[in-house]
């Protein structure tokens, strides 16, 4: 998680220690937002299934990772209770919810409303839906005090039929959209921002070969990378995001249009 060494960090000019929480930062888009806020001066606490690798733990602004599974009740609230006492004066300054899942039947096939076990809609609503509400819940006092922001991470699937994502990630990522505008109209009275970006096809360990047919109906010709979508989701936790609220920024390629 070192990043480059040529961006001043934004801490420096206000001498601010700016911490976020990543969830899923352990691989994908989860890993490059935190290699991105690393080499723009902010700490970061970082949560996954899996520990960290040992090359990550040598920079001195990841503050703390801690193995979570989400899903999970008591796993998330040991998460919220470790991350909260790891926090600089009990203030954070931004949340990304970024963990999610997209399962598949055992033959790869497409989970839809008619096939599957619904057992398996419940694990995707549990980490992609409720995980992102228990968690902002758990870290609003923190936000508060560092007038923070909480970035959803939503997907271009939630707002139209995807040939490759099931219905079950599709439906929970559009009930996570609809969270995002219900959180920041709550959320203000706290002065926490509360917005999304919506990936279209990003290339991380979640794309198959077969994606490399939905290229045609990207505008910009091409897959997007993980850093693509952690810029955007940098500049909603910045200054320069402080009057926005309640947004959902497309990171698609212009795919959403077509």
Sequence with gaps: MTGSGD?????????????????????????????????RGWHIITCSREDTPEECKRDPQWTCHIPTDLSDVDSLENFIKEANAALPEGRLEALVNNAGMSPKTPFKERLGCLNGDLGAWQEVFDLNFLAPLRLSRGFASALHKGDGAIVNVTSIAGHMIHPFAGSAYSISKAALSALTREMANEFAA?????????????????????????????PLDKMGSPTDVAGAIHYLCSDDARYVTGTEIWVTGGQHMV
């Design 7 to 39: 961006t001043q960090p934004e801490a420096a000019a206000d001498q601010r220690v700016r911490t976020v929480v990543i969830t899923g930062a352990s691989r994908g888009i989860g890993h490059a937002t935190a290699r991105f806020f690393l080499a």
């Design 190 to 218: 706290l002065g926490v921002r509360v917005n999304a970006v919506a990936p279209g096809e990003i290339e991380t360990e979640m794309i198959q070969p077969e994606y490399e047919a939905l290229i045609p109906r990207i």
